[in-house]
């Protein structure tokens, strides 16, 4: 965690310094995490690309304000994200579909990876991949929070703290969220595939 803060304090340094070849850097250590919540955000191909570009541009900009008080990728993520938000509320477009009927009872016990595939070495790849597809396909369907919340947890394996920090909701409201999301995701599956199939 230290080496890597001292990384990004020389990036940073040369960066600033007029170092194109540094923020280059930047930009090929964090577009995974970008991208991911840019696509799980963000429908229109189009608008991925120009939005990617500003999260770039604005990283370019206040890269000098950067406080190291979180990891580079962490506020990389945080302006990635308020960038996306700012995206759906001019465009009008609702962040998360609330079920008001939707139990309360907590769901934590059963995670995405319950609808992955096994570990069993006998499975064959091709079905291993279908199921991968098929968990893919029910996540797309989720509501844009949701389907970047399942993400960052899941994908990119950040923790509550650190989706907390990127998403400025609070602790609970994150784990909440990822109650909600993973119960929809189970419905959607269940309500599409027989359970067999998964």
């Not at 120009?50 to 890269?63: G, H, N, R, S």
């Not at 945080?78 to 309360?104: A, G, H, M, R, V």
Request: net charge positive; aromatic share 10%; hydrophobic share 35%.
């Amino acid at each position: 965690m230290e080496q890597k803060r001292a990384i990004d304090r020389v990036l940073i340094k040369r960066v600033l310094d007029g170092d194109s070849i540094a923020f280059e850097t930047i930009i090929s250590n964090t577009k995974g995490l970008v991208i991911q919540i840019i696509y799980k955000m963000v429908k229109n191909p189009e608008d991925r690309k120009d939005l990617a570009q500003e999260v770039y541009l604005k990283v370019y900009d206040k890269l000098e304000s950067f406080k190291f008080n979180a990891k580079l990728s962490t506020w990389i993520a945080t302006i990635t994200y308020n960038t996306c938000l700012n995206y759906l509320k001019k465009k009008k477009i609702p962040i998360l579909d609330i079920d008001k009927n939707e139990e309360k009872e907590l769901w934590e016990k059963i995670s995405v990876n319950t609808f992955c595939y096994s570990d069993n070495q006998t499975e064959s790849y091709v079905f291993k991949k279908e199921r991968s597809q098929i968990l893919t396909l029910a996540i797309e369907k989720l509501s844009p929070l949701y389907k970047t919340l399942i993400t960052l947890y899941h994908n990119e394996e950040l923790s509550y703290a650190e989706i907390t920090e990127i998403t400025d909701l609070p602790k609970g409201t994150v784990k909440n969220y990822l109650y909600r999301a993973r119960k929809k995701l189970k419905e959607n599956l269940l309500l599409n595939y027989k359970k067999e199939e998964l």
